[in-house]
């Protein structure tokens, strides 16, 4: 599904993050393996565990995003 808006902000928070990794290195590393600390602690009887795990999901795949570009 193509939204401009969405794609928008992704675009933005992408430069953000890579201009906040370069004033500090290590940043998005640190902010991945957080995020992935997060999931695994998520308690098995979370409500609305698959769109709770997609939100974790999409996070790092921004994240990686961001670091790798």
Known sequence: ????????????????????????????????????????ALPDNIENREHVEKIFDEALKLLARANTA
Do not use: C, H, S, W
């Open 1 to 40: 599904m193509e939204n401009a808006k969405v794609d928008a902000a992704l675009y933005l928070l992408t430069g953000l993050l890579q201009r906040l990794n370069a004033e500090r290195p290590g940043m998005l590393q640190e902010m991945i393996e957080g995020v992935e600390g997060d999931q695994a």
